[in-house]
């Protein structure tokens, strides 16, 4: 079945410092979306890439669509205490509406 | 209601017992989703719904897993003979639609049970 990879597991950085996980599909996606999840909390709903090579941007966070659909990525510039938790990426592929999470990145960000 | 909300939000149980998980989601959403996630793990598919019918439980491990939704709205997860194993948070999650792109199939989830099996 449909896998769905990301690295880092973990990432500490010092606050002010940029972070990066990396979102790896084991089949191509019709879309990717990305939510968070603060420790002890539930993932909420960060944003949606639908075309080959999207790029969106909400304030800090960048976020990428490759350009095959099976990939994606999320950077956030200048990290904050605030950013601190579980980047999770989660993709459809096909005509099947199952959405299939990945493993998650967990930041920690060093005041 | 305004969100997901999600009964027991704490359950304990002993090996081999029946356990009922609630999820009410949001008025209006039409798709419905189970997970479940384990301590440093993501959110592992267990099964969808679009309206009443179940149409993807894949995501099953076994036949002691089983849902419902008879209404279209309030949907039951339904574990029997519990092993430790079960041990773990399950996450329900509503949508407006399952498919499309244009936003309609966010998930929005709720805070989820926890469930222990003893």
């Known amino acids: 079945g449909q896998q769905v990879m990301q690295i880092p597991q973990y990432q500490h950085v010092q606050e002010g410092e940029d972070f990066t996980t990396y979102c790896n599909s084991s089949t191509t996606l019709s879309n990717i979306q990305w939510y968070k999840q603060r420790p002890g909390g539930h993932p909420v709903f960060l944003i949606q890439l639908v075309k080959s090579g999207e790029v969106k941007k909400q304030k800090r966070l960048t976020f990428q669509f490759g350009e095959a659909k099976k990939n994606s990525s999320l950077h956030i510039t200048a990290t904050q205490t605030t950013d601190v938790g579980t980047y999770f990426c989660a993709g459809r592929s096909g005509g099947y509406q199952k959405v299939t999470f990945g493993t998650g990145t967990k930041l920690q960000v060093i005041p | 209601g305004a969100g997901v909300s999600q009964t027991p939000s704490n359950k304990v149980t002993e090996k081999g017992k029946y356990v009922e998980l609630r999820c009410d989601p949001i008025?209006?959403?039409?798709?419905l989703y189970w997970y479940r996630q384990s301590l440093g793990q993501g959110p592992e598919f267990l099964i969808y719904f679009q309206g009443t019918g179940a149409a993807d439980d894949s995501g099953l491990p076994n036949d002691r897993f089983f849902a419902v939704r008879p209404e279209g709205s309030v949907s039951t997860l339904k574990i029997q003979r519990t092993e430790r194993g079960d041990s773990a948070v399950y996450l329900c999650?509503?949508?407006?639609?399952?498919?499309?792109?244009?936003?309609?199939?966010?998930?929005?989830f709720g805070a989820g049970s926890r469930l222990t099996v003893l």
């Open positions: 999650a509503s949508s407006l639609r399952a498919g499309g792109s244009s936003g309609a199939n966010v998930l929005t």
């Open positions: 008025s209006g959403h039409t798709a």
